[in-house]
């Protein structure tokens, strides 16, 4: 199974100590095969920059992290599936291009889809 973690999971992964948390550490460990994307994974470094005070080395840290623990595919093809927030079609692109089975995610946009071209969409994280 191969899963595409959201910008907004990856973030409150980063910053609390929740479910989103455990589920990244199973990732990390490689005990569930993550994919990410350079789009996600420039969000990422602008959020935790922006919003989070976050120190440049801080941010490479993590990044560097999340580069060597999951698949990283950079999608070609782009499509506008939602309109309402361009954006979130970057977490679509990769999980196509990545052949991903499950989307984790917060976003109200992504969450109402519940499932595009076979990709179940949720904000539950996997056990």
Known sequence: MKIVLDTNILVSALFWQGKEHQLLKKCIKG?????TSPDILSELAHVMRDYFDAQEEEISKTIDLLMSSFEVVDPKEKIKVIIADEKDNRILECAIKAKA???VSGDKHLLELKKYKNIKITKTTIK
Do not use: G, H
């Open 31 to 35: 005990e569930i095969r993550a994919v």
């Open 101 to 103: 089975n499950i989307i």
